[in-house]
């Protein structure tokens, strides 16, 4: 039982790097496609003006097949929202623009309905999920040391600080989704990448032009 137990282990940790590697490989691929399509300018896309909760997808009713770059998507992702929840969570208790606490609000229901969609997947295609980015600093996460320093923030710096952490986020987000949607095997995830990719577009729109928003620059 014991070398069973052995066995297993590492088999789960051949297959975390593995899995580091074709994240590695995800990201690459979302920069270029991101970089041919325009990232940077995502809020400069055909956007609707408010955002609102994209629409719950039904739980996979049969078994779906997650190639590498899926299974590598959303093992990305599910640490990607959890570090934004956790910022919008922080944010609960600190003075912040209303407006920005408004959208945080709707990117709360939304990112929560995601995390339920992507771990049905994983579910559905018989897939453990792994921790695997624990402590790394990749773009777009919201990490443990940046929700650290907004804590430290003074009462003046947490809306502009906040804002500019989950900018990061959704605009990261958009890229990883368009990176699944070109290299991804799962049509029902590249679907979910599409939903969420539009999601997010919206998202920046509303960020980017909310009253005392202050003006993006190029590229960013």
Known sequence: MDEQIMVERRGLRVRAGRLVGVVATLVATALAVGLTQGWGRTNREPAASSVTASPAAAAPTAPVVLNGTDDAFIQLLIPMNEGALALIDQLDARPADPSLRALLGEVRQAHQTELRDLRGLLAAGNVPELNI??????????????????????????????AALIRAHLAQTVVLCRGEQTAGGSPELKALAGRIQQARAAELNTLDNRPGAPTAAPGG
């Open 133 to 162: 980015h624990e402590g790394h600093q990749m773009p777009g996460m919201v990490t443990d040391a940046r929700l650290a320093e907004l804590r430290a923030a003074s009462d003046a710096e947490v809306s502009s600080r906040a």
